[in-house]
């Protein structure tokens, strides 16, 4: 059995799965809190409408890197990797603010769930890139 896609499979799985966590952390709430109106009364922080479409541009790089990676090129995925690290740092120090006094919401694991299956999905790929390089 031939065990070198492996890597290349892993990484396609791991990108797809960024894409969906980072396509739900563009629509559920980020942060909430009680407001002061009463508990029944939540306050919530969506990022969505402050951040829109650099988080849809890095879940459709996500998806692109997973649907492209039988091409066994490594630069989109690493791309996707960056950016969805990027737009979670500007999310996470624009509502900075927020999060002094509300509780993380289920966007906020979204983001960090799918910004580390966008970084680890290139690292899949080192194995089978470093094995292609000449040993001395």
Known sequence: MDHSNRGWLVSA???????????LAAFLPLYVSSSKFGPDAPVV????????????????????????????????SVASGAFNLAVAWMLLTLY???SDKA??????????GGVLLAVCAPLT????????????
């Open 13 to 23: 799985v791991l990108s797809l799965l960024a894409a969906v966590l980072l396509a």
């Open 45 to 76: 922080v969506v990022g969505w409408p402050s951040a829109i479409y650099p988080q849809l541009f890095g879940v459709v790089l996500a998806l692109a890197a997973g649907l492209l990676a039988f091409r066994r090129n490594g630069v989109l």
């Open 96 to 98: 900075a603010v927020a």
């Open 103 to 112: 509780d993380l919401g289920p966007g906020f694991w979204c983001l960090v």
């Open 125 to 136: 790929r080192m194995n089978t890139l470093l094995g292609r390089l000449p040993r001395s």
